[in-house]
C-alpha cells in the first residue's frame, strides 16, 4: 500500500480557495444526517477529521456559515464565496476539530471510510459493509473509528 505523504492539499471547485494540512486525519466517516445531505446535495458526505491547528488556508478567503446540526450543536462552515464549494466545518465551542470534506483534497484516491454515522437518516438504497462502523446518531465514543482508520496504515507513526 501507498503511504500518504503530508502536507495534504485541496481546495475549491473553481479553484480560488485552497488549503493545506499539515498532520494526519484521526478519522474519515461518511455523514447521513439531513444536515449533510442538504450540504452535499447527495446522500451522505465524506468528512475527515482534522486537528483544527493542522488546518490553513494558503489561498482566497474563505466565507464562513452557521448553522444547527441535527445533534443540536452550533455548527459553521467554511465555502468558497464564488463557486459554494463546502471545504470544512467545525463547532462553537471549538472542540479542537475540523471535518473536513473529503472530496475536496486534491488526491481523494486514498479515502476509505471507517464507518457511518447518522444512519437513521440514511436514504433507503444505501447500505453499509459487514465490517462497516454504523452508528444511528451521534457516536458518543469514536475510539473504533480512529483504530479502524489507524489500521489501514495510510500516514506513517
Not at 446535495?41 to 483544527?52: K, R, Y
Amino acid at each position: 500500500m501507498t503511504k500518504i505523504s503530508l502536507p495534504l492539499e485541496g481546495g475549491c471547485q473553481c479553484g480560488k480557495l485552497r488549503y493545506r494540512v499539515s498532520q494526519p486525519p484521526l478519522m474519515i466517516y461518511c455523514c447521513h444526517c439531513t444536515n449533510c445531505q442538504k450540504i452535499s446535495g447527495s446522500a451522505f458526505a465524506i468528512s475527515a477529521t482534522i486537528v483544527e491547528t493542522s488546518f490553513e488556508f494558503t489561498a482566497g478567503e474563505a466565507k464562513k456559515t452557521e448553522w444547527r446540526s441535527d445533534a443540536g450543536n452550533q455548527r459553521y462552515g467554511y465555502i468558497c464565496g464564488d463557486c459554494g464549494t463546502r471545504i470544512a466545518h467545525g463547532q462553537t465551542p471549538s472542540i479542537g476539530m475540523l471535518s473536513l470534506r473529503a472530496g475536496t483534497l486534491d488526491d481523494a484516491s486514498w479515502i476509505e471510510p471507517s464507518g457511518h454515522i447518522w444512519t437513521k437518516s440514511a436514504q433507503p438504497w444505501v447500505s453499509f459493509k459487514a465490517d462497516d462502523i454504523v452508528c444511528d446518531g451521534q457516536p458518543t465514543d469514536y475510539t473504533p473509528f480512529v483504530e479502524k482508520f489507524n489500521s489501514l496504515g495510510r500516514f506513517d507513526g
